[in-house]
């Protein structure tokens, strides 16, 4: 009787280290995610839309639309971790920015941002008159004589 109650506890043991070592390699994997950048860089164009979103865990998630408005349009979709930055860009929407953001490949849940582009810096971008306008190549003369 003695055995199978050494048996018993012996299993749960072996069963809560394996618990506990899944649980420290997850908690490694996330530090190692976040910690290490697999590229950085900027984009500009207009936010389009940024919110806080998220049932248990709220991240605040943005959209850049990049190009021109006549076309060739792309979405970004980005992540922002700092809740002050967060602050200044949703009083941008709507404007043309340029944003710096970090890679962060391999993030293993989505409490931490919904996309892999984490901003960490934005600035206002000052639009010029004709940015909208197709530039238009220079017509030949025909003065020739």
Known sequence: MLEAKTKKTSI????????ITLIGLLALWTWITLSFTYSTGT????LQKFSK????CKTWEGELVTGTMLGNQEKFAFSVRDADLAKLLESNT??????EYDQHLGV????????EF?????????????SFLPQASP???SNAQ
């Open 139 to 141: 017509i030949p003369s």
């Open 12 to 19: 749960k043991g072996i069963i809560f280290l394996m618990l």
């Open 53 to 56: 979103k998220g049932f248990l």
């Open 118 to 130: 984490y901003v960490k810096n934005f600035k206002a971008v000052p639009e010029s008159p004709n």
């Open 108 to 115: 293993p849940t989505s409490c931490f941002a919904e996309t």
């Open 43 to 46: 984009r500009a164009g207009f």
């Open 94 to 99: 709507g404007e043309r920015i340029q944003i």
